[in-house]
């Protein structure tokens, strides 16, 4: 079975400093693994994803994230803070070993705070 | 991407009655998803609707209290019925393609509160 981890409930940060917001996985197979940002009273929007490839991969505003397989992780990092960056985080995992379609597991999210 | 629109975006409705969300999306896609979000949860996967048959269930939901139709590629609903107060949540419809590498795109959400 897939699933995913995150760790801490909330993060808070400085604008301008950098950001980091943590992520573990569990798959039988190879992951493929996304981040969403959430909004508050809005769905969730992709930022970005790993697929195969280059380690760091790069979305959207920003954002970036580190693939790891030995520690089995996917944390998201900004190097600058906004305090527009306030919102939910989810971490998200599909397994291609199970041939579960599309189906993705998230993980119970994580509250990004930034302050000025 | 796609645009996905669903309705309504909220509803207050009484305990014992059904509501039916629906989606809609603005290009054709293989795979559309049902979330839903318990206050202040992750999202937990309900059925994929699947185009033409019965929509696939996940552990724990079943068609009698979320019935589901996909009458072509670019709509679906998902009905709550019964409804009780546990079932307050954000209802959230997803899309993704076969030929994509998995991520999903999501509609704006259905904020139910049972009363």
């Known amino acids: 079975a897939q699933s995913v981890a995150q760790p801490e409930d909330q993060v808070k940060v400085a604008e301008g400093n950098p950001l980091t917001v943590k992520c573990t996985y569990s798959?039988?197979?190879?992951?493929?693994l996304f981040w969403y940002v959430q909004y508050p009273n809005r769905g969730l929007q992709f930022l970005l994803k790993y697929i195969t490839g280059d380690n760091l991969v790069k979305g959207s505003y920003g954002f970036e994230a580190e693939f790891n397989k030995s520690q089995t992780s996917f944390h998201l990092k900004k190097p600058s803070a906004l305090v527009s960056d306030s919102a939910l985080y989810f971490c998200?995992?599909?397994?291609?070993?199970?041939?579960?379609?599309?189906?993705?597991?998230f993980g119970t999210g994580t509250q990004l705070k930034v302050e000025l | 991407s796609a645009v996905i629109s669903q309705k309504p975006s909220r509803d207050i409705c009484q305990r014992g009655t059904s509501l039916t969300i629906q989606c809609q999306v603005d290009?054709?896609?293989?795979?559309m998803f049902w979330y839903r979000q318990q206050p202040g949860q992750s999202l937990t996967l309900i059925a994929t609707?699947?185009?033409?048959?019965?929509?696939?269930?996940e552990s724990g939901f079943v068609i009698d209290k979320f019935p589901i139709s996909r009458p072509n590629l670019t709509f679906s609903t998902l009905t709550v019925s019964n409804m009780s107060p546990e079932d307050s949540s954000i209802y959230l419809c997803?899309?993704?393609?076969?030929?994509?590498?998995?991520?999903?795109?999501f509609g704006p959400g259905t904020r139910l509160t049972v009363l």
């Open positions: 609707a699947n185009q033409g048959s019965e929509a696939t269930y």
């Open positions: 998200a995992v599909r397994d291609t070993l199970t041939g579960g379609g599309n189906k993705l597991t």
């Open positions: 798959v039988s197979g190879n992951p493929y």
């Open positions: 997803s899309v993704g393609r076969v030929a994509s590498e998995g991520e999903q795109f």
């Open positions: 290009s054709q896609v293989t795979m």
